[in-house]
């Protein structure tokens, strides 16, 4: 089913789960109801309440128009699978128990439904065909021609018992060091055996090593949450032609019954910044929000269970935003009844890290912002001397997207309170200004005195972004573009980057160049996106926080927005950027639009 929220460390229950609602076709005759019941998250993700439990509830119509309601009960048979007892082992030379009836449990789960598609599914057969065979000892490479999440599933035979190691990698020769290391065992008698794995995997390369002769098909079920491709992107440049597909082919490949960070991570359902940044991909490419709402609404009861506590600082201001944007693009009020406490809960708590002067100084911690760090820095380090004025310029625009949101909600006093929030913090942001340098600054010691200075792009361009510097924007973004010695951005960070550079009006003089840096990740893995510009432990090639590409160029270069929300009113400002051309469709909640632009002209029409 799924997920139902959460975030980093949470071991406690949610208090509720959703139900899934396939369609089910039934043969004439007798039918067999099967249902495995894994007591163990198939996403990592997923958060157990400790209970195993299984629930069938089925409304049979006929042909002539009569129903039949059948419910599991006493009646049904039950079975303990002995095959699968451990993690990521599978053991086919062992037999499941005796049938016995199944017993009644105590019901604690608070059913609901999910209002989003179930997960759909597609085969994908290896470049080498289906068909693979190795003598004992010998490995077996099978390669799927581009990263694919989902599920193994081979059938073969074998001369004799034999424990086969099965390993996954999404770029040749970069293991995969999370969790299980990308590996499965499975054990097989003599004779004919088939298998498919439990766990959620992202890879191109399967290895398949056993020590005794072997013979096999393979193919890999590709599974996502169901999206169509709505929107599209094509220039004159055929490498932006390229970053733009994959970065919108990483996007669909960490699109779950929740934004993934990765397929590979699976990681809580706290990575904000990663959805906020998936989902203005899912409004261009496939006019998807149903997952983006639900999204929103998880942590919004988890904001309320955990009175506002979210593990990363700066993702917790990105959230207000988030639900900003999901208004704009989608015109769909209806969710501040389900969101609207929850945000107050939020900004209580925030506006509790203040300290007199209004910067923030005492939240859980101050990573994460980014994975660029000066030297002497790790990446889990509190590092408040680096982050403390970017999580601070997070938090005004926080306070300001809440202000907005209330209003909206006709909170009024609420709404005036964040926006003196959001001006003390406004004022107390210019601490960090370092005169000398006409920069800002990471931020103070532990003790909340200036101490050494640190200079990143991030705080500088936050200040742009989110009108923190009341000076010519264009002026001040330029000297930043321009400071090579600063901290840089990693693909995450440079979504906020290509974002300030859009507000400031210097699309056109720097957004194609930073674009081509996406053409390192595409060296490296061609058909998904890397975590970071560098490899580092634990790195991924499925992330789609760096796939900022599948949302800027359509965004600014065809130059389409919704002025209002739901694309009432639509924003054309197209920027070629030195292109000879570029087209492409915008798809809205009102119908998709056509848009084409090149040196003659521009136009803009509905389909």
């Not at 073969?156 to 590996?183: L, M, N, Q, Y």
């Not at 002497?376 to 997070?394: C, E, M, N, S």
């Amino acid at each position: 089913p799924a997920i139902v929220g959460g975030d980093y460390g949470n071991t406690q229950p949610l208090g509720y789960r959703f139900y899934d609602f396939p369609s089910v076709r039934f043969c004439r005759g007798e039918n067999e109801i099967d249902a495995f019941v894994l007591l163990e998250p198939t996403v990592e993700s997923d958060y157990s309440d400790g209970h195993g439990g299984f629930l069938f509830a089925s409304e049979l119509t006929f042909p002539g128009g009569e129903n039949l309601r059948i419910l599991s009960d006493e009646s049904w048979l039950a079975w303990r699978d002995e095959r699968f007892t451990a993690d990521y082992q599978t053991d086919l030379t062992l037999t499941s128990c005796a049938e016995i009836p199944a017993k009644v449990t105590k019901d604690i789960w608070r059913l609901e439904e999910k209002k989003i598609c179930e997960l759909g599914s597609e085969k994908i057969f290896p470049l080498q065909g289906e068909e693979y065979s190795a003598i004992g000892g010998k490995e077996i490479r099978i390669d799927l021609g581009k990263v694919y999440t989902g599920y193994l599933h081979i059938e073969g035979d074998v001369e004799e018992a034999a424990s086969i190691e099965i390993s996954f990698f999404e770029r040749e020769g970069w293991p995969i060091t999370f969790r299980d290391s990308g590996k499965e065992f499975l054990r097989v008698n003599a004779g004919r055996f088939r298998f498919e794995h439990l766990h959620l995997r992202s890879a191109r390369y399967i290895f398949l090593k056993s020590p005794a002769a072997i013979r096999l098909s393979a193919w890999w079920e590709y599974v996502t949450y169901p999206v169509r491709r709505r929107g599209s992107f094509c220039c004159s440049d055929p490498d932006l032609n390229k970053i733009y597909e994959v970065s919108v082919r990483t996007a669909r490949n960490c699109l779950n019954t929740y934004h993934m960070d990765s397929p590979v991570h699976q990681e809580a359902p706290g990575c904000t910044g990663d959805y906020f940044i998936q989902s203005l991909i899912g409004y261009y490419a496939f006019g998807e929000s149903a997952l983006t709402r639900l999204d929103l609404v998880r942590d919004a009861r988890y904001f309320i269970l955990k009175n506002g506590h979210r593990l990363h600082t700066s993702y917790g201001m990105i959230w207000p935003q988030w639900l900003s944007d999901y208004i704009r693009y989608t015109g769909d009020d209806s969710v501040l009844g389900e969101t609207k406490d929850a945000l107050a809960v939020l900004m209580r708590r925030y506006e509790g890290y203040l300290n007199e002067e209004g910067i923030v100084s005492s939240p859980p911690n101050f990573w994460f912002v980014d994975w660029s760090l000066p030297e002497g820095y790790g990446p889990l380090d509190r590092a408040k001397i680096i982050w403390q004025a970017a999580v601070t310029a997070f938090t005004y625009r926080g306070f300001q997207s809440a202000a907005e949101i209330m209003q909206k909600c006709s909170e009024d006093a609420l709404s005036a309170h964040y926006r003196e929030v959001a001006e003390k913090i406004k004022r107390g942001f210019s601490v960090f200004w370092d005169e000398e340098r006409g920069l800002y600054f990471g931020g103070l010691e532990e003790n909340g005195v200036v101490g050494r200075k640190y200079f990143g792009i991030h705080e500088n361009v936050l200040a742009v972004l989110y009108g923190l510097y009341e000076g010519d924007e264009k002026v001040f973004l330029r000297k930043v573009m321009e400071e090579s010695a600063l901290t840089p951005a990693q693909p995450y960070f440079m979504h906020f980057v290509l974002e300030a550079l859009l507000k400031a009006g210097l699309f056109e003089e720097y957004g194609i160049a930073l674009l081509k840096r996406w053409l390192s990740l595409l060296d490296d893995c061609d058909s998904s996106l890397k975590e970071a510009w560098h490899s580092m432990p634990g790195c991924d090639y499925s992330h789609a926080w760096s796939g900022t590409p599948g949302y800027i160029l359509p965004r600014a270069v065809l130059g389409v927005y919704p002025a209002e929300k739901g694309w009432k009113d639509i924003s054309f400002f197209p920027q070629l950027c030195g292109l000879e051309w570029a087209e492409g469709v915008v798809p809205t909640p009102d119908g998709d639009y056509f848009v084409c632009v090149n040196k003659n002209g521009r136009r803009i029409v509905k389909i």
